[in-house]
């Protein structure tokens, strides 16, 4: 495949591709076919430092940089990526699995931080007051937060990166991005993409690697890092907390969700359907706004599954690069197996299968479109993130009856709610302890919008007009009034 030869395989560090310095590579794999698709530098803890050497060396000149210049270059960057759809889609649907169409959507997604933060880079503002006291004028300025440490997961290879380093670059930081070890290469890419818009050498770093422990914890620690952005799992972001502790580094956390989408008596049941295809299927349920919990007004709960269930049939399973494929492999046999645990777990304990349930024969690590009804409140997937093809469906009489079932997890990320009586979607919109709530709609992503999550689900938000907060710090100069 010309896409995968033609990807750098190499670390990124201060504008040099290099090799580990252990010479040591790791392996890129096909999850549809389980086959290696190629191999890419494996960093030591050694190479670590050296990155966030050259992020501490290009601080200053880049935090210096006008921001119509780092605007500019952000905007190049998207016009890059736009032209070359084709390509990152196919590099995407290889080494992460999703469908050819859902890769090209996530290239448009990921694309749109970069020109949203574009815009961005240029409205930095600030103050200025004179103090209570009438003794002093305030001077508020904003500056940029430092060197980041950038820590992304493999679900969303491309939008995860430039939900990130959009911001970023705008707000004048310096970079290490760390991608996932499963999906480097299209931050790979991206990284060609950004020097070619003209990103100066060392303000961004990638650095891939199998030992991400071992890798991450000295840098967190070692005092020159002065911002961490993860998404990933609430586990390993608990870890990082508090690695961050120790040297007070300001943190963005996108963590773990199990969300609920609860479908009322009033609701349009073919939105309902529509909306919950979209927030289950999309990136094969591998997302943590996912809706993980269906909540079905009794009333309609058979009417819906029999709709649904007929819907998840109808999906065609195969390799993502296939014409007409909406559903893709899943991106190892772990994350297969963990869906299938969950659904075996729910059948022992008295839920019904619809469709799907079945573990496939062959390569890849394909899993089948899965409903399951009746599923009993003490099941584990209940309470765990999914993070496959499954739908779960649970029925209730009362709205307060599925507002505390919605709530009764240590996750905040996404829900979902169908219903057409306005008053019921804002008092119940107002009492779901989540950070962003779909209204009759199964998609909440948009780099317009602040992104993030309450409770364990996450620190600070990504996108819209605040995503850039998390990248700056106020500074304020007092002056005496003469
Ligand atoms: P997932 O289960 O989706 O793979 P993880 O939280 O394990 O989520 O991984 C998300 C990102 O965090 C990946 O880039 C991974 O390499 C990285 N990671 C995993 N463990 C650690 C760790 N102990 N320290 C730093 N980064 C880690």
């Given at each position: 495949?010309?896409?995968?030869?033609d990807?750098p395989?190499?670390l990124y560090?201060?504008?040099?591709?290099?090799?580990?310095?252990?010479?040591r590579?790791?392996?890129?794999?096909n999850?549809?076919?389980?086959?290696e698709l190629?191999?890419v530098?494996d960093?030591?803890?050694a190479d670590?430092r050296r990155?966030?050497?050259?992020a501490?060396?290009a601080?200053a000149?880049?935090?210096?940089?006008?921001p119509?210049v780092?605007?500019?270059?952000?905007r190049r960057?998207?016009?890059?990526i736009?032209?070359?759809t084709?390509d990152l889609?196919?590099?995407?649907t290889?080494?992460?699995?999703k469908?050819l169409?859902?890769?090209?959507a996530?290239?448009a997604?990921g694309?749109?931080f970069?020109r949203?933060?574009?815009e961005?880079?240029?409205?930095?503002?600030?103050?200025?007051m004179t103090?209570?006291?009438?003794?002093?004028?305030?001077?508020v300025t904003?500056?940029?937060?430092g060197?980041?440490?950038l820590?992304?997961p493999?679900?969303?290879p491309l939008?995860?990166g430039?939900?990130?380093i959009?911001?970023a670059i705008?707000?004048?930081?310096?970079i290490?991005?760390?991608?996932?070890?499963q999906t480097?290469?299209?931050?790979?890419?991206?990284a060609?993409?950004l020097?070619?818009?003209?990103?100066?050498?060392g303000v961004l770093n990638?650095?891939?690697?199998t030992?991400?422990?071992?890798?991450?914890?000295?840098?967190?620690?070692?005092?020159q890092i002065?911002?961490?952005?993860?998404t990933g799992?609430?586990r390993?972001?608990?870890?990082?907390?508090?690695?961050?502790?120790d040297?007070?580094?300001r943190?963005?956390?996108?963590l773990?969700g199990n969300?609920?989408?609860?479908v009322?008596?009033?609701a349009?049941l073919?939105?309902?359907?529509e909306?919950?295809m979209v927030?289950?299927m999309?990136n094969?349920?591998e997302?943590?706004?996912?809706?993980n919990?269906?909540?079905v007004?009794?009333?309609?709960?058979?009417e819906?599954a029999?709709?649904?269930a007929?819907?998840?049939a109808?999906?065609?399973v195969g390799?993502?690069t296939?014409a007409g494929v909406?559903v893709g492999p899943?991106?190892?046999n772990?994350?297969?197996?963990k869906?299938?645990?969950?659904v075996r777990d729910?059948?022992?304990?008295?839920?019904?299968?619809l469709t799907?349930?079945?573990?496939?024969d062959?390569?890849?690590?394909f899993?089948?479109?899965?409903?399951?009804t009746d599923?009993?409140?003490?099941?584990?997937?209940i309470?765990t993130e999914?993070?496959?093809?499954v739908?779960?469906?649970?029925?209730?009489?009362?709205?307060d009856?599925?507002i505390?079932?919605?709530?009764d997890?240590e996750?905040?990320?996404?829900?979902?709610?169908?219903t057409?009586?306005?008053?019921?979607?804002?008092?119940v919109?107002?009492r779901?302890?989540s950070?962003?709530?779909g209204?009759?709609t199964?998609?909440?992503?948009n780099p317009?919008?602040p992104?993030g999550?309450v409770k364990q689900?996450?620190l600070?938000?990504?996108?819209?007009?605040?995503?850039?907060?998390?990248?700056l710090?106020?500074k304020y100069?007092?002056?005496p009034?003469?």
């Amino acid at each position: 495949m010309t896409v995968v030869r033609d990807v750098p395989k190499q670390l990124y560090i201060g504008g040099r591709w290099q090799d580990a310095e252990s010479g040591r590579t790791l392996s890129i794999d096909n999850p549809a076919t389980g086959e290696e698709l190629c191999r890419v530098a494996d960093a030591s803890p050694a190479d670590g430092r050296r990155a966030v050497e050259a992020a501490v060396a290009a601080q200053a000149a880049w935090a210096a940089t006008p921001p119509r210049v780092r605007s500019e270059i952000l905007r190049r960057a998207y016009d890059i990526i736009i032209a070359r759809t084709e390509d990152l889609a196919l590099l995407m649907t290889l080494e992460m699995g999703k469908p050819l169409t859902e890769a090209r959507a996530e290239v448009a997604y990921g694309a749109e931080f970069l020109r949203w933060f574009s815009e961005e880079a240029v409205r930095i503002d600030g103050g200025m007051m004179t103090a209570p006291d009438g003794r002093n004028r305030l001077l508020v300025t904003r500056r940029p937060v430092g060197p980041c440490l950038l820590i992304t997961p493999w679900n969303f290879p491309l939008a995860m990166g430039t939900r990130k380093i959009g911001p970023a670059i705008a707000a004048g930081c310096t970079i290490v991005l760390k991608p996932a070890p499963q999906t480097p290469l299209s931050s790979l890419a991206l990284a060609a993409i950004l020097k070619e818009a003209g990103l100066p050498d060392g303000v961004l770093n990638v650095v891939t690697t199998t030992d991400a422990a071992g890798v991450v914890e000295p840098l967190l620690r070692g005092g020159q890092i002065r911002k961490l952005s993860f998404t990933g799992s609430t586990r390993v972001g608990r870890i990082l907390l508090a690695q961050c502790a120790d040297t007070v580094v300001r943190t963005s956390m996108e963590l773990g969700g199990n969300a609920p989408l609860i479908v009322f008596d009033d609701a349009d049941l073919d939105t309902a359907v529509e909306g919950t295809m979209v927030a289950k299927m999309r990136n094969m349920g591998e997302s943590c706004c996912a809706a993980n919990r269906i909540y079905v007004h009794t009333s309609l709960a058979e009417e819906f599954a029999t709709r649904l269930a007929s819907r998840m049939a109808a999906l065609k399973v195969g390799p993502g690069t296939e014409a007409g494929v909406h559903v893709g492999p899943l991106i190892d046999n772990a994350g297969r197996s963990k869906a299938h645990d969950l659904v075996r777990d729910a059948i022992k304990r008295g839920a019904k299968v619809l469709t799907g349930g079945e573990l496939p024969d062959g390569p890849g690590c394909f899993y089948p479109p899965t409903v399951l009804t009746d599923v009993p409140a003490e099941s584990a997937i209940i309470d765990t993130e999914i993070f496959g093809p499954v739908a779960a469906l649970v029925t209730f009489d009362t709205e307060d009856e599925a507002i505390d079932a919605a709530n009764d997890t240590e996750f905040g990320l996404a829900a979902y709610l169908f219903t057409q009586n306005l008053d019921r979607a804002l008092r119940v919109g107002e009492r779901l302890e989540s950070g962003m709530i779909g209204l009759n709609t199964g998609l909440v992503s948009n780099p317009a919008a602040p992104f993030g999550g309450v409770k364990q689900s996450g620190l600070g938000r990504e996108g819209g007009r605040v995503g850039i907060d998390e990248f700056l710090e106020y500074k304020y100069i007092a002056v005496p009034t003469g």
